[in-house]
């Protein structure tokens, strides 16, 4: 009977040391190629719940189109007339946004939202350009729209109207991230004496809130992405000397993320489980990898791809990731040219050690519960 407890308790510990060796494992990401519309290369932007993706990549007859990828198959979304558009935000419903040509021969590009198969232009704040960022469950998109001065403003356009959300006292102002509280974050030129400073903002319920930088008062700072809890990555200046870094804003807080061992990084995406995907330079700031951010550590994600569909890549930048740890990239590799990526988190082989230690538990129990019954 003794015995019996003994390799009980050593079969949990097996479970409970395994579990804790997976929490502590890095992952490892296979890479889908997402290819192109028919030529030349792609890169992706935007990235959604189901793994749904938006991007811009060549066409056949040298255009450049927006797309969404879904299920292996890149979709040309088309344009609002011109030979060229580009998606940089996807819904969990499929909605896009992103920007497009007018007309064909024409430089004026207008925001656009992509729904049930058509893109729809959302038009301007007085002036001539817009290009939509951001999208949310509800099809609000956040971005940033010419004024009648040709100025630049951040906006929301929702329920088919285009709204200004001003500035921090400065000219101008770029909204790049919406999330579904229709909190938006961006970047706005402050009104302060000496050289212009742009600071990263966080809009809410009619608010453009300064966040600062990572340098203080005196330093820039952009907001580039934003998630369901109103956190918010970007980048910003440390201060003199000291390179621009990513950077983690929370709860009024915002920590710098430090980089791959280069002067820069820059924040791009974040999810909802606080984890930040972007782009650094490595030591001699000639090459930029791509990077993930979580649990404290920011990990190259160069280390992670899985050596057979990942041999080759050199991933240059993460600009998305959803709650599911899926990851856009854009990366590179000899003989195929840029391309966007999608990267797909796998289990580790542990994983399947630990379920099948915990099985082999749940059977002892039950075999000596068995026999205990059957005994006299």
């Known amino acids: 009977m003794k ?16 579990g804790s060796v997976i ?5 490892t990401y296979t890479v889908t190629d997402l290819g192109t519309l028919g030529a030349g ?19 056949n007859l040298g255009t450049t189109r927006a797309f969404v990828y879904t299920a292996g198959v890149m979709t040309d979304i088309g344009s609002l007339g011109g030979r060229v558009s580009q998606g940089t935000a996807i819904n969990i419903s499929g909605q896009g946004t992103g ?3 007018i007309a064909v021969g024409s430089s004026t590009q207008h925001a656009f939202r992509y729904s049930s198969g058509a893109l729809s232009d959302l038009g301007t ?107 918010v990555t970007g980048i910003s200046e440390t201060g003199a000397g000291g390179g621009q870094h990513a950077f983690f804003y929370s709860g009024g807080t915002m920590l710098g993320l430090s980089t791959l061992g280069g002067d820069v990084s820059a924040g791009l995406a974040i999810n909802n489980v606080g984890q930040v995907v972007g782009s650094s330079y490595l030591a001699a700031n000639l090459v930029q990898h791509a990077f993930l951010y979580s649990g404290g550590v920011m990990l190259d994600l160069a280390t992670s791809l899985d050596p057979i569909s990942g041999a080759g890549w050199v991933v240059a930048e993460a600009t998305g990731i959803n709650d599911a740890g899926l990851i856009v990239a854009n990366g590179f590799k000899a003989g195929v040219g840029n391309r966007a990526l999608l990267l797909t988190p796998v289990p580790e082989p542990s994983s399947h050690v630990l379920m099948a230690g915990g099985l082999a538990v749940m059977a002892f129990v039950a075999r000596r519960r068995r026999r205990r019954a059957q005994a006299p």
């Open 41 to 59: 290369q792609s890169l992706g932007r935007g990235l959604n719940g189901l793994g749904q993706v938006t991007g811009f990549a060549n066409t």
């Open 125 to 231: 704040l007085g002036g001539t350009h817009s290009v939509g960022w951001g999208i949310n469950s509800a099809g609000q998109v956040a971005g940033v729209a010419n004024v009648a001065s040709g100025s630049n403003h951040a906006f929301l356009h929702s329920g088919g109207v285009m709204v200004d959300l001003g500035t921090l006292g400065g000219s101008e102002s770029y909204g790049l991230g919406v999330n579904d509280s229709a909190q938006v974050t961006g970047y706005s030129s402050i009104n302060a004496p000496g050289p212009p400073v742009q600071h990263a903002f966080l809009y809410s319920a009619g608010t453009m809130m300064d966040i600062g930088a990572l340098g203080g008062p005196s330093w820039n700072s952009q907001g580039l992405a934003i998630n369901g809890l109103g956190q």
């Open 23 to 27: 929490a502590q494992a890095a992952t």
């Open 99 to 101: 920007f497009s040509e």
């Open 3 to 18: 015995f019996s407890w003994v390799l009980l308790r050593s079969a949990l510990y097996a479970v409970f040391v395994g």
